[in-house]
Structure formats: C-alpha cells, structure tokens
Nanobody, 126 residues
Framework: QLQLVESGGGLVQPGGSLTLSCAAS????????IGWFRQAPGKEREGVSC????????RYADSVKGRFTISRDNAKNTFFLQMNGLQPEDTGVYYC???????????????????WGQGTQVTVSS
C-alpha cells in the first residue's frame, strides 16, 4: 500500500524555522515527482514546491521563494521541506505529495499529483 506520512509540523514564532519530513512506504521515491502543498484556514490548497521525477526541475511558489527549500533523500525514501523566515501567513496544514514519473509544472496544481499524505499542521504565531 502506497503511503506518505508527514512529520515535523508545530508551533513556531515569526522568523523561526521548521523542517517537514515526508516518509514514503510501499514504493520507492526515486521514480516519483515529489512536492508540498499547504492549505490555510478558509483558503484553497496551494502548491508550495516540487521536484520532477528526473530531478531536473525544482519550483517554488512566489510566496516562499528564498525562504523554503525542498530536498529528497532517496536512500531513506524521504523528502523534506526546510522552512526559514516563517511568517503568520505560512500557517496552515502542509501536505506532501508524489506522482510516478511526474513533472514539476510552473503552476503546481492538485491535479499534478495522485498520492497525498494526511497533512501536518504548521502554526506561526507569537
């Protein structure tokens, strides 16, 4: 059974950092595009970042460029989202995603990815 499990969410003060992890089971990530979405209260789910299955393309939403970094460790079958300079508007539920032989389009939409984690809450507040 293919499964993605996020961890690393929590409460952080503005300007702080968090690293989210996404562990895959039931499949190996090296042939998959991977990414992260988030959903703030009352807002639509937003694509944050992705890496194509080939590793040739990495993209970020404009709102997180320069602050967030996506990475993968295929040996551990895990990928990450390092988040620095967090602001209250970064608050939301963060979901990791994967798609077999997938790409990483300029506009990261929910239709791009078939496999989703259950989400982890990130709250940025003083």
């Amino acid at each position: 059974q293919l499964q993605l499990v996020e961890s690393g969410g929590g409460l952080v003060q503005p300007g702080g950092s968090l690293t989210l992890s996404c562990a895959a089971s039931g499949f190996t990530l090296d042939s998959y595009a991977i990414g992260w979405f988030r959903q703030a209260p009352g807002k639509e789910r937003e694509g944050v970042s992705c890496i194509s299955s080939s590793g040739s393309t990495t993209r970020y939403a404009d709102s997180v460029k320069g602050r967030f970094t996506i990475s993968r460790d295929n040996a551990k079958n895990t990928f990450f989202l390092q988040m620095n300079g967090l602001q209250p508007e970064d608050t939301g539920v963060y979901y990791c995603v994967a798609e077999y032989l997938g790409g990483c389009p300029r506009r990261i939409t929910i239709e791009t990815f078939d496999y989703w984690g259950q989400g982890t809450q990130v709250t940025v507040s003083s």
